[in-house]
């Protein structure tokens, strides 16, 4: 099975920081990122999602490949030296872990790919904005394009927005955000398909709802 889902989680079992931002939080653009940024021809312990917990086990379940999911549990993470880091060195700590982990659970064939997705995440910055092509319609006239984008980041998590674009020029006309920010939950299956309808521009989420309107 191809890897569809990363998880980051701190395990139950660990020192609590209250005036920080929560940790699955703070990994989200990250490992957003590499999910986006893995090639999809890779296979990882043949399992379509992977948690990577941060801290002891305790009593938490470990499973490796069940039902397609597995969890890894990187149990001597000490979360007091890393909340004294700087962001920049937190995001690189985080990233050197997913990379280890998901080393350590696939194959030796597939370990290139993910060393050169760590290296993409590095030379980006930790700062990524796609262009969703699906989503992303020429209106009518043919002389402006609305343009979905998705953005990860540290300072917002995940945001999507809206551009509307001057196909001649291919100058913005205008943008604005469709999620409030900052937010820390994938919006992909929210942000499902687009339509074109008289003078409007609908998304709909995975079950058909309208959940956006230009």
Request: with cysteine; aromatic share 12%; net charge neutral.
């Amino acid at each position: 099975m191809k890897l569809r889902i990363l998880t980051i989680e701190a395990s139950k079992i660990n020192d609590k920081f209250p005036k920080e931002i929560p940790f699955r939080n703070f990994a989200h653009h990250i490992k957003e990122q590499y999910l986006c940024l893995l090639p999809k021809s890779v296979e990882i312990n043949k399992s379509s999602k992977i948690e990577i917990v941060f801290g002891p086990k305790g009593n938490e379940t470990l499973f490796d490949n069940v039902l397609g999911s597995t969890n890894y549990f990187i149990e001597e993470f000490d979360f007091k030296a890393f909340y004294e880091l700087s962001d920049i060195e937190k995001e690189y700590i985080v990233l050197e872990n997913i990379k280890e982990t998901l080393i350590k659970l696939s194959d030796k064939n597939v370990e290139n790919e993910i060393v050169e997705t760590t290296k993409k995440l590095y030379e980006n910055k930790f700062n990524l904005e796609i262009e969703i092509k699906y989503l992303s319609k020429y209106l009518p006239d043919k002389k402006r394009k609305i343009s979905i984008f998705r953005i990860l980041n540290k300072d917002i998590g995940e945001g999507w927005k809206y551009k509307i674009i001057d196909t001649n020029t291919k100058k913005t006309i205008e943008e604005n955000w469709m999620t409030k920010i900052p937010n820390y939950l994938d919006k992909t299956d929210y942000f499902k398909k687009s339509i074109i309808n008289e003078d409007k521009f609908i998304i709909v989420n995975n079950l058909e709802k309208e959940v956006f309107e230009i």
